[in-house]
């Protein structure tokens, strides 16, 4: 365990063996709506510089936040899961194991299964008409299903379904439910193929996400 003399970490905060945390980090800050919450974090964390982890927040084993990344009140992570640097997240989101959120990502209420990637500086909109204080009525939650790629700079639109096994190219805009096994890309995104028709251009592995069949 090592935890920087520069860190602050509020009396809330329960966390287990092996966990690393980097200067300036917060971890277990309350904030205003929320006074008497908790921060919950596995085995095996890294924390890194200046990144805030809010109260009301449950981390499974290995966690891994870079730097200047902030999660806020209401969200559950799995196991492995691993948040780029400058990523927001905010209320109200579900992850399960092996999720890896790169840098500049931003999600709200969003739900995401297994297994899935999220390029940098992809968004998640949940505001059909931003600032309504009822939106959270209108717009049911995003979701992600179990083994999905999205690729960088993609936008996805209020209370969108995508589902297992699909890729969604970078910089598309995804304007509609994604039906399994689809390979997604433009604006809108429109389906291009299969997701088993996809291939690996340098020949490593016989398809790419060859590595999920195992799973």
Avoid at 12 to 30: D, H, M, T
Avoid at 31 to 57: K, N, Q
Avoid at 98 to 107: D, E, K, P, T, Y
Avoid at 127 to 152: L, M, N, T
Wanted: proline share 6%; glycine share 10%.
């Amino acid at each position: 365990m090592h935890i920087h003399d520069t860190a602050l970490i509020y009396p809330n905060v329960r966390y287990g063996n092996s966990i690393i945390v980097e200067p300036f980090a917060i971890l277990g800050i309350q904030d205003r709506f929320h006074p008497e919450s908790e921060l919950v974090i596995g085995e095996r964390a890294f924390v890194g510089s200046r990144c805030t982890v809010y109260a009301g927040v449950q981390v499974g084993d290995d966690f891994d936040i870079s730097d200047q990344s902030t999660v806020f009140y209401d969200n559950i992570f799995g196991n492995a899961c691993r948040i780029g640097p400058k990523a927001m997240i905010k209320n109200g989101c579900r992850l399960g194991n092996h999720v890896r959120i790169n840098a500049g990502v931003f999600l709200e209420r969003v739900i995401i299964g297994s297994n899935v990637f999220i390029g940098p500086g992809t968004t998640f909109t949940d505001d059909k008409h931003a600032p309504c204080p009822h939106y959270a009525d209108c717009v049911p939650k995003s979701e992600v299903g179990d083994f999905v790629s999205i690729g960088a700079n993609v936008v996805i639109a209020p209370g969108i379904k995508i589902g297992h096994h699909c890729q969604v190219y970078a910089g598309s805009v995804v304007t509609k439910d994604v039906e399994p096994f689809s390979v997604m890309a433009g604006n809108p995104a429109k389906k291009i193929k299969k997701f088993n028709e996809l291939k690996c251009s340098a020949g490593i592995y016989q398809k790419p996400f060859e590595w999920w069949d195992s799973q």
